[in-house]
Each structure stands twice: as C-alpha cells, then as structure tokens.
C-alpha cells in the first residue's frame, strides 16, 4: 500500500478503537512521537499507548486532507470537539517505521474533562 493508502486505512481503524488493527500498521521498531508525550518505540509500547489513550477518552479523527510525498503521508485532522492537528507518517514497505503528531493536549485535557497534570 502507498503511505497514504495506509494513513486512509489506519483512520478507519482509530475512528474504531481497534488497536489490533490500528497495531498492524507499524513496523516492529516503529516510531510514535505525539510532541505533547514522550516518544514510545516499538509495537507494544504503541498498543500500550493507545489502550491508554482509548480508555481515558473517545477520540475521533475526521480527515480534513492526507497529503502524500514519497514515503510521507501528512494527515490533516479535526476532532468533533474542534481539536485540531496534523500528523506526518513515514511509511516503507507498506508499515509505519515513524510518526509524529502535532496538537494541543491541553485543550484536549479540558474538551474530555480528563485531569491537568501540575508541573
């Protein structure tokens, strides 16, 4: 699959809550580095996250664009909450070997009511 075939397939999976899947598209030693959290290595660490992430809120990804360039896919996304950001996956030989994403994990504390940490 083109990176942007994967990005398109890995939104349906994550509109879903469906780690297994959403898992299935990383490479063993896979990259995830949302900027608002520590970067997690590795497949498990990555189902580690998401399991997290989906039990402390419902999240939803709508597609405003996905953006292809060479082994980049760029997603564009919003949130039914007016969350907005964008992430940037690189893809080789059909799995995500790196990803980062960009958005404002204090407005997504307070759209889901979840706690503020204290620095």
């Given at each position: 699959m083109e990176p942007?075939?994967?990005?398109?397939?890995?939104?349906?999976?994550?509109?879903?809550?469906?780690v297994d899947?959403?898992?299935?598209?990383?490479?063993?030693?896979a990259i995830n580095h949302q900027v608002a959290n520590d970067k997690v290595?590795?497949?498990e660490a990555i189902r580690a996250r998401f399991e997290e992430e989906?039990?402390?809120?419902?999240?939803?990804c709508i597609v405003e664009h996905i953006f292809q360039d060479g082994d980049w896919a760029i997603l564009?996304?919003?949130?039914?909450?007016?969350l907005r950001g964008c992430?940037?996956?690189q893809v080789q030989y059909g799995k995500i070997v790196f990803q980062r994403?960009?958005?404002d994990?204090?407005?997504?504390?307070?759209?889901h009511g979840l706690p503020i940490p204290q620095e």
């Open positions: 942007k075939e994967v990005v398109q397939a890995w939104v349906e999976a994550f509109n879903k809550a469906d899947q959403i898992v299935s598209f990383y490479s063993d030693d290595v590795g497949k989906f039990t402390s809120a419902e999240m939803v564009e996304w919003r949130d039914p909450l007016g992430g940037f996956f994403g960009y958005w994990k204090l407005s997504f504390l307070k759209q």
